[in-house]
């Protein structure tokens, strides 16, 4: 059981740029692949980021290569999602979610999910 808390959404102006964190609970943190998805109002929820156990291989999205890293931090049991060079189409919550040891960017893979972090994009 892994339970997921994110933090760090915000207001922000277009150009500028946020650092958003999941902090994990459980011991078995470095055996869950991690992944930042995103839903806008009346979308569908979408992936952005995903990262292995060990933090070596990291995906993204299309729509945030090159502005987007993620990263994450065994000791602490924590994730991140540095953002930077925002757009107002950012603008989303955004969730942090925990499947196995395999990655994947489908979102119906993941078994545990944060309740999200509101994150707005002004133009």
């Known amino acids: 059981q892994v339970q997921l808390v994110e933090s760090g959404g915000g207001l922000v102006q277009a150009g500028g740029s946020l650092r958003l964190s999941c902090a994990a609970s459980?011991?078995?943190?470095?055996?869950?692949?991690m992944g930042w998805f995103r839903q806008a109002p009346g979308k569908e929820r979408e992936f952005v980021a995903t990262?292995?156990?060990?933090?070596?291989?990291?995906t993204y999205a299309d729509s945030v290569r090159g502005r987007f890293t993620i990263s994450r931090d065994n000791a602490v049991n924590t994730v991140f999602l540095q953002m930077n060079s925002l757009k107002p189409e950012d603008t989303a919550v955004y969730y942090c979610?925990?499947?196995?040891?395999?990655?994947?960017?489908?979102?119906?893979?993941?078994?545990?999910w944060g309740q999200g972090t509101q994150v707005t994009v002004s133009s």
């Open positions: 459980g011991r078995t943190f470095r055996d869950y692949t």
């Open positions: 979610a925990a499947r196995g040891a395999v990655t994947s960017t489908d979102w119906r893979l993941y078994h545990y």
């Open positions: 990262i292995s156990t060990s933090g070596v291989r990291a």
